[in-house]
């Protein structure tokens, strides 16, 4: 006979929910200088991690040696973050006020695009909080892949991001960064539902 596991109630929802909001916003505190963007979001999504596969966060120590480690690599990953934002922005800008021509459509597509690329990046944090936060390029490569395969799981990463965003500028910008840490949550629990429900090949 199994032991039956313990209800879930209102409180496991709340402190779930409080945890997240701080994850949010140690990640904003820790992306501040901006080059150490890519090292906590990927910090954030290997404790992310550990939090769905051991159901608890790792201790601060493993999070300080991992953002620690994540640095070389994630400030450059955070550059062409950054670089490729900026640049998406102004698109979106130029369109919105009319500098461009194109209009309504043309703005309506670059938003599509913007929406899938922040699909795709978040699945690349996802990736690279599976290997604890290192491996950008491999995790960028398997990233593709798996979009090209399962485009489905892609566009509900794009709008979970696209949400995010739109959430982002209606709050109050104090909030801002909490809703960081339950966009992260719901990736993983995205690529949870799509391995769960199609494994990958060896």
Do not use: K, N
């Not at 409080?18 to 901006?34: F, N, Y």
């Not at 201790?59 to 900026?86: C, E, K, Y």
């Not at 369109?95 to 043309?106: E, F, I």
Request: charged share 15%; hydrophobic share 55%; proline share 6%.
């Amino acid at each position: 006979m199994t032991a039956e596991r313990p209800r879930r109630d209102w409180r496991d929802t709340v402190a779930e929910a409080a945890d997240l909001a701080l994850l949010g916003l140690v990640v904003a505190v820790a992306a501040l200088p901006l080059l150490t963007l890519a090292p906590a979001v990927a910090t954030a999504a290997a404790a992310l991690h550990d939090r769905s596969v051991t159901g608890s966060w790792p201790p601060a120590r493993t999070s300080l040696a991992r953002f620690g480690r994540a640095l070389p690599a994630g400030a450059a990953v955070s550059a062409v973050a950054l670089a490729v934002a900026a640049l998406l922005a102004a698109d979106l800008l130029a369109l919105a006020t009319g500098r461009v021509p194109g209009g309504g459509p043309a703005l309506a597509v670059t938003a599509v695009v913007v929406a899938a690329v922040l699909g795709y990046a978040g699945l690349v944090a996802v990736a690279v909080g599976r290997t604890g936060g290192r491996g950008w390029r491999s995790a960028a490569r398997h990233t593709a892949r798996t979009c090209a395969r399962h485009p489905g799981a892609w566009a509900a990463a794009a709008g979970a991001c696209g949400l995010a965003t739109l959430l982002a500028a209606l709050v109050t910008p104090v909030a801002v960064p909490i809703l960081g840490g339950y966009a992260l949550a719901a990736l993983h629990a995205l690529d949870a539902r799509r391995r769960s429900a199609v494994p990958e090949p060896s």
